[in-house]
């Protein structure tokens, strides 16, 4: 039972709505810059411990293609968990 606070955490959070006064431009960052602010995620957490200038995630950012590249850079730098599944025997 001790998953039940976290799905319903989880269930509640999807249903956060965004900002509709922030606008996003032709010039935000898409599916590639999603791709390298994913690869650069643990050194960004890190500097942005220690000034507020520095951020993990862009905010306007594409929407859903940023979000995927922001993904697939971030597991691709963590090693993806793709070894781990692998049975040594």
Known sequence: MKAAPVLLLLMLSACAV??????VSETAPGFFWGLLHGFIAPFAFIGSLFS???AVYSVP???GWYDAGFIIGFLSMAGGGGK??????
């Open 18 to 23: 965004a900002d509709p006064s922030v606008s």
């Open 52 to 54: 507020d200038g520095i």
């Open 84 to 89: 781990a599944s692998r049975r040594k025997g």
């Open 61 to 63: 950012n594409s929407g």
